[in-house]
């Protein structure tokens, strides 16, 4: 079924996105971009307000992976530092690529908002959607005019970016249902950047209520981690404290938390 979809997207083309025709059009109209005072203010207040403290919550770009690194967040443990400026770096290079794609696609009215923030305190979840918009009214797809959207923005390096391309978009897909939970879209588009060369690729979702149901499911464990103070246990991949899951985890490796803290009461 998955599988189907995507091909079929694949096949569909233009008319199956909702973000790069017109982005794209956009800019070939606009060579040299003059930005809007307004638009600068929205990308203003992102850059000078202060990321949020993600302990205490359940981040839905954390949908998906290690509930045990899930609840580590959640009591806000330290974790691993980073020391190798080129990582720091792509960070920032992330952050970047967000306000640039945001502030044009503002400019170019292809998104109503950005920064879109989806609490849902009764579950501890919480999230930003990169952007929020309603699909236009002369879209290829008749079905999809005046339907709202959320949009993920990713950057990816090329070898990624083409496998992305060739296969889908998987490792981003559980972050966007939880966002389809939280936030009720109709649609939700991925848009990838390939990091080297630029281009993009643009994936267009509808809401699955089976893998919405999975997100659920996801949410009401942590949640009953949380209300029982019981840690989980370690995911197979890192059982034998080894393997490039227990190298790249930020709370794994020798000194990391994850090979000294099992109890709730020791961690909390
Ligand atoms: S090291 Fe492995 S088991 Fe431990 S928190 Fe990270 S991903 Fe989970």
């Known amino acids: 079924m998955e599988k189907a979809f995507f091909e079929t997207s694949k096949m569909l083309g233009d008319a199956n996105k909702i973000i790069i025709p017109r982005l794209s059009k956009w800019m070939f109209d606009n060579r040299q971009i003059t930005y809007d005072e307004d638009v600068m203010k929205t990308i203003l207040t992102t850059l000078t307000t202060p990321g949020r ?26 974790q691993n530092p980073i020391t190798d400026i080129n990582v720091l770096n792509m960070f920032n290079d992330g952050h970047w690529r967000h306000m640039r794609l945001q502030a044009n696609l503002l400019q170019a009215g292809i998104i109503d908002d950005i920064e879109l923030s989806l609490n ?53 897909r559980e972050q966007v249902d939880r966002y389809f939970l939280s936030g009720g879209f109709d649609f939700f588009s991925i848009l990838v950047e390939d990091r080297n060369f630029l281009g993009w690729t643009e994936f267009v979702y509808q809401a699955d209520p089976v893998r919405i149901q999975k997100q659920r499911d996801e949410l009401d464990d942590l949640n009953w981690y949380v209300d029982n103070e019981v840690i989980p246990d370690r995911i197979p991949e890192c059982r034998n404290q080894s393997g490039e899951m227990w190298r790249a985890c930020p709370f794994g490796g020798k000194g990391g938390i994850c090979a000294r803290t099992n109890r709730w009461r020791d961690a909390a």
């Open 53 to 78: 403290d993600r302990s205490g919550s359940f981040a839905s770009s954390s949908a998906g992976k290690c509930q045990r690194a899930q609840i580590y967040a959640y009591l806000g443990l330290d």
């Open 120 to 172: 849902w305190e009764a579950k501890r979840s919480k999230g930003s959607v990169d952007a929020v918009g309603t699909i236009p009214d002369d879209h290829p797809q008749v079905l999809w005019r005046g339907k709202q959207f959320g949009l993920e923005i990713k950057g990816a390096a090329s070898m990624k970016a083409s496998k992305i391309l060739m296969n889908g978009p998987d490792v981003y």
